[in-house]
Structure formats: structure tokens, C-alpha cells
């Protein structure tokens, strides 16, 4: 197995975030599979940041804690990230800000003087990551023509001063006594996204015309990609005063006929919670990304966390239908969301993609083709006789005209209203309303037995079972496939698969929830559902799990 | 051949109540103005929460009945989605100056091409009677019964610093002079604001003290945001002065939606 860590340490501000970048693409042009963690704090110089890169020849969503290289840009790495070295680890440092006995002699090291080379170059210590690819690609012998390769597709100033140094750095790499040939690939590269990129590809694909958000972390990714992409992709990106204002807009383009999304986190997504409710009354499709990061309140806005599954599920005042998912992966958080627009715009009711941190911001290799996203349409009105927006029809589903289209008076409202869309407190039709939007479900539940709704990962004959969803599922699945254990993953939150993990818990011994909550927020929809898990594995750290440590947990509770 | 306006069902307002005074006023204005070309079917009517929000169900034409407060936004993106509609935003004061005032200043910072008419009766109808966000310092509501300790706000004076580019004083006692006003709104390329005083039979009947102070302004030059500003100073909602009624200000920019498309 080809299977290389990489880690990138520093402060805010030391451009450790790009060093990661190269490598992963240095790596996906020779042919391997790629992820990145990025552990970064809330601010903009200083603290300690740090980026681990994984290079595989097989299919990876998840980082390991151990690497084989470190790429050091101050002291602080040394002590900071310890436990992610093991004594093979090469450590790459700059010799003009460690010394060598900082240093534990236990590991093996390539001093050089990364500041002074630099600074004789009059180029700024950001430019150390452009050093650092160069030596590294040395150590591993890799054509000096690739990293120059990458040097100028992603470096956009002083080009060939940032490949001169790089240059400086792969003959130091070449000379080293531990140094290896490493091996190129018969992979093409693949296309490699974030999380975030993903959620918007499928968007877009699914016909999303605006995309609304205020900007919070983790989400802000997906406003940013879309921004800087606008025209390429056809779309509109609007930062308005407030999420409450996002939700709102979104639902006045909605009505008008245009399919929008929305994004943010915990707190920007309990702004929109009221506008939520507003579209289960209206019966207004919309696509809300709720990104999560450790909370309550501000919590820990750069980290990780899966605790607000049931808020996400409970969100809103009434009862309505919502469509709830999870992708664990890029590729899931393409047709995901490509699939929450079309429900959405099917059912004319909110659909809710649960991302975090980890899945949001890691960067991961691409494997879904995009051209499968169709965009699949509603049920338009007919233009004949009078239109009632909320006809009573036996599936739940009104047929659908737009604001300004001729000869239909189109009534949306938030109360309780006639078919028409005119209010009403009449007992009979109140129920009878309530009965048409809830009768929704029942035709969706009829849409969604031909869908895949559950993913059935690792050694499918195993009694051993783990149940994780969203970003949890990389880690995991790579500790059971390593223990030969299996993995069940809901991709579907609301309407819950029930029937279809209760169908692979036949004959299982111990089924193990996973998550990063305090709580098992999944454990707890599972015993609503009828399914009592043996243990839970909880981590609320604001870190993701972590292959080998989980695998060490999971051990301890199958021997 | 002009479509019928009225849904025909119940209404529930007050008898004499003044919001009947603006459903008609409007209703008269859109007459007049579908004879000089403009098509129903791309009026959109949005209303908040409140007495005032009940226009959208009394009104026989498209419309989008909002939550408490968040109308504005809902308009907003309605004329990003399609630039042909016409967004007309019945709100009231606890509405769009107390719970969804965010959206209104930012309505108008944007100049986003929707109109606002705000139903100003100094009062939360619909939740019997308590103070709102312009109402006179003192006012006995029911949260407030020893008389509320804030002064108004001014919406005109606010509607000015936001940079709004219509802006405009009605009263229901004057429907003509407010069905020009309307009119004049909806001509204006960008955000128009007019702000309508009415009594509220029920919670706060200042029918009196407008009938004595209301007066129309004369003509001036509303292109200068000085004058205007002094003008909008002359009443700061509380109980006396003279109220002067009329356009304060209009000023000719892009609108929002026009910046975003030039932007591709
Ligand atoms: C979020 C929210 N908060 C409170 C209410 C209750 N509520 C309904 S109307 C209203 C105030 C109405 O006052 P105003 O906007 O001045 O309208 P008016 O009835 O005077 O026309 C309130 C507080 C609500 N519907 N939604
Ligand atoms: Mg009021």
C-alpha cells in the first residue's frame, strides 16, 4: 500500500493552509487519492495552525495521526503536534527560527535555512511553503517540472522567484541520506474539493440561481466559492444584513420561481429558524446549509462538532415536512444536495444539508461525475380555470405558478390559509390543510424506496455493526475495513431509512454509534425509531475522529 | 379590461378603521395607473403581520403574506428573481420599525426597487393595544400603563440617513393627496418609503390632533437632502407641532437590482 501523511505546522499568517495545497496537488498529479485536515484557530496571525495531508493509492476520507513527513515552521509544531509524530517521521524545519536541539534527537531532520534563503531573495516568510514543496519533492525525487508546475497555477505573484527558491530547496531535498523514489501512479488527477465546493457544485447543478448567506464559519466557504464564481457558474451570491433577511430572501426568489440556497452555521441557522417555518406553512421550496461547529452559543467557531442533528430535525414551530440529509463525503455532498433541491422544489417544502467543519473544510478526491445531476421538475400549474396555490390533491402537492405569471393570482401567506392562500381559522379547514402538507411525506416515503438512503460500508457479513453519520463515516469506515467490521450510514436524517437499518441490523451483535456530540444525538433518533444501540463512541472536542484512535475504542468494546 | 380587486371575503377591520382608507386609496391608484400601461399581473402585494397585513388577503391580486416584520426581505428577493414585478410592501409601525427594522434601513441603503408603505397608527393593533415604536413618549399602552419612557422614532429622519431615495409623509384623512403620493412612488426607479399616518380607532384614536396639525407642504426642491432633512425635524412624533404631509425627498440613482446585473 502507497499510503503518505504529511504535516504542515505554524502560526496563523505562515500560509500553512497553501504549503497543504501544494502538496495535494504535487500528490493528485502523480496519481493519488488525497485529504486534507486543516486545524486553524479564529484568528488571523499567531496562535498555532496546522494542516495534515494524506496521499494514498486508495480511496481515503480521513487523515491519519501519524505522519512520515513534517514541514516546521516554528517550535511551537514540535510540541504542539508530538503526538502525530513516530520516530520514522522526517522533520523538514527552518533552521533560522529552531535549533537543533530544540529538536528530540529520536527524530530524523532536514535543517534549512528557509528565512535566510528568503530573505536574501527579498521575498516574504510566506514564500517558505513554496521552499518547503521544493525540498520535500527532493527528498522523493520527484521532476523538479511538476513542482514548477504547481508553483505557477497557484502562486499569482513573483512567480518565477517563488519556483527560484523552490529550486533552492529540491537540490538541498535531492542531497538527503533518507530520501526515496517515490512512485507515480496510473490514476489521471481527479478534481480536489472541499466539502463546501461540493455542497455548491450540486447546487448549481441542480439549478440553483441565488445563493444567500451572511458569513459564518464554517459555511462561508460555500458563499465564498460561489462568489468568486458567479458568472461561470450563473448564479447570484448575496451577502444581505442578516441570516433572518437571507432566509426571507431566499423565499421571496423561491415564490418568483427561482431556486435558491442558503448557508451558515448554528447560530445564523437559529436566526433562520422562524423563515424555516414560514416555508413549511407557505409551501416554499428552499435549501438551507447548516454547517455545524462546537457550540452552544459562539462555541468554538474553526472547529468541529455533529451536535446539532436534533436541533436541525426539531427546527421550526408546527408540524411540517422537512427533508433532512447528511453527506459524509464530497461526493455525497454533491448529489445530496443536488437531490435536497430536487425534493425540495418537488415537495415545496425546506430541505436541510447537515455538513461541519470536518466535512465542510477538509479537502477530499473527487470521484462523483457532476453531469449526473439532473434538474428534476415540479409539478407546474396547468394555466387553466383559476389557480389555487394550495389545491387539495391527493399526493399533498399543489401544482405550482410563480408571482407575475399571467392570469394566476398567486397567494402565499404564513397563516393557515384556504386553498386559494387566504386565511382561515375554520376547524374543518385547518385540518384539512394540515392533512394535505403532512400527506407530502407519504408520497415522498413512496419516491424515496427507489433511492439510496443508507450507505452499507466495510465487511458487510460482520455482527459487528457501527452506525455514524456525515463526516464520522471517514474515519470510521477506514477502522472497520482495518478490523473487518461494518459500517451502516444513514444518508437520509428526515424521513428517516428505519426500515432499511433495521433490515442490516438483522443478526447483529453489538451495534456501536459513533459521533461527535456529547450526547448521541444519532442513538437518540435510532431508540425513537425502535433501535437500541450496545455503545455509544462520543468525541466533543471540536475534533473530528482520528483512524487510529478510534480503531483502539472500537477494539476494546468488539474483543 | 381592469380585473376585479376585491377577494370578496369578510373584512375584519374596525368599521371606520383607516386602513379601509388605504386598501381603497391603493386599489384607486392602481386604476389610474393601469391606464397608463401597467399590468397587474406583475403587482405584487407583501404584507407583515398585523392589522394592516390582512390587505393581502382583501386584495384579488398576487401576493405574499409575510411573517411579523419580515416582508421587506421577502420583496427584496422577489425583484432579484424577476426584475419585471412590482413589489408593494403594506408593513406596520411595530412591523417594520420595531421587529423587522433591520431590513428596512437596508432596503433603503440598497435603493432596491420595492415601494413601502407603512400603516403608521403608533400602535400595535392587532395585539390590542400597545406601544410601538412611534409612539409619543408617555404613552399609556398595555405593557405600558404608567406611560412609556421612549421617545419616537422618526422614521422620516431615518429613512434619510439610510439613504433612501423616495421618501414621503401621507395621511388617510388626505387620501387624494395620498393617492398622488402613491402614485408617485410607484413611478420612482428605486426604493420609494411613504410613511401614512392613521388613527387606530380601537388603541390610539388621534384623529383630533392630526386633523388640527396635518398640513400639506408646498412645493420645494426635494432633490436637496439638507431641506429635506430640516422638513422631516419640523414633527418628531410626539404630541404637538405641526405635521407637515408630502414628498421630502427624491433622488434619481441605480437601483440595486440594476448594480448587481452590471456587475456580470
Ligand atoms: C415574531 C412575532 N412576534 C410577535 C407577533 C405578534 N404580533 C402580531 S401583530 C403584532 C404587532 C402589530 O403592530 P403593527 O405592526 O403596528 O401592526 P398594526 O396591527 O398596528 O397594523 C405583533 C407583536 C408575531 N406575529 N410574530
Ligand atoms: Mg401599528
Known sequence: MKDFSFLIGGKAGDGIKQAGHFLAQLFNELGYNIFIYEDYQSLITGGHNFSIVRASDKRILSHKQKVDFAIVFNKDTLEKNQENFKKETIIIYDSDVIQSNDLPKKYKAVAFPMSNVLKESNLPLIVRNAVSLGILAGILKIDFELVKKIIENSVHKKIEENIKVAEIGYKEGLEHKNGFEIEKLKNEPRKILTGNEAIALGAVRAGMKFYFAYPMTPASGILHFLAANEDKFGVKAIHPENEIAVALMAEGAATAGKRAMVGTSGGGFALMVEALSLAGQAEIPIVFVLSQRPGPATGIPTYTSQADLLFSLFAGHGEFLKIVVAPGDVDEAMFLTAMAMNLSWKYQTPAIILSDKHLSESVFSAYYDENKIKIEQPKLWSGKGDYKRYSDEKDGISSLAFLGDKNAIVKATSYEHNEFGITTENSEEAKKMAEKRLRKKITLLKELKGEKTINVLGNKKSKNVLIVWGSTKGAAVEAAENLGIKVIQPMFIEPFPADEIKKELKGAKKIIDIETNATGQMAYILKANGIEVDEKILKYDGRPFIIEKLEEKIKKIIK | ?264
Open chain 2, 1 to 264: 379590461m381592469s380585473r376585479e380587486m376585491d377577494t370578496k371575503i369578510e373584512k375584519t377591520w374596525c368599521p371606520g378603521c383607516a386602513n379601509f382608507t388605504i386598501e381603497a386609496v391603493f386599489k384607486n391608484t392602481l386604476l389610474e395607473l393601469e391606464k397608463e400601461g401597467l399590468d397587474l399581473s406583475k403587482v405584487v402585494v407583501l404584507s407583515g403581520i398585523g392589522c394592516h397585513g390582512k390587505i393581502s388577503d382583501y386584495l384579488n391580486l398576487s401576493s405574499f403574506y409575510s411573517l411579523h416584520g419580515r416582508a421587506i426581505p421577502v420583496a427584496e428577493g422577489i425583484k432579484l428573481a424577476n426584475k419585471d414585478l412590482i413589489p408593494i410592501v403594506f408593513v406596520g409601525d411595530g412591523d417594520a420599525y420595531g421587529e423587522g427594522l433591520e431590513h428596512l434601513i437596508f432596503a433603503a441603503k440598497r435603493n432596491t426597487n420595492i415601494n413601502v408603505f407603512v400603516h403608521n397608527n403608533r400602535v400595535y393593533g392587532l395585539t390590542t393595544g400597545q406601544f410601538a415604536p412611534t409612539s409619543p413618549e408617555k404613552f399609556k399602552g398595555r405593557s405600558t400603563p404608567k406611560g412609556s419612557v421612549e421617545e419616537p422614532l422618526n422614521p422620516i429622519e431615518l429613512m434619510l440617513a439610510s439613504k433612501a431615495s423616495f421618501v414621503a409623509r401621507g395621511y388617510t384623512g388626505k387620501a387624494e393627496h395620498l393617492k398622488d403620493l402613491m402614485k408617485q412612488a410607484l413611478h420612482h426607479r428605486g426604493f420609494s418609503f411613504i410613511d401614512i399616518l392613521q388613527p387606530c380607532l380601537a388603541y390610539f384614536d388621534s384623529r383630533d390632533f392630526y386633523g388640527k396639525n396635518v398640513y400639506e407642504m408646498e412645493a420645494q426642491d426635494v432633490s436637496n437632502f439638507n431641506s429635506a432633512m430640516a422638513k422631516a425635524l419640523e414633527w418628531d412624533y410626539n404630541n404637538g407641532g405641526k405635521i407637515p404631509v408630502g414628498v421630502f425627498y427624491n433622488q434619481k440613482k441605480l437601483t440595486f437590482e440594476e448594480k448587481i446585473c452590471l456587475t456580470n
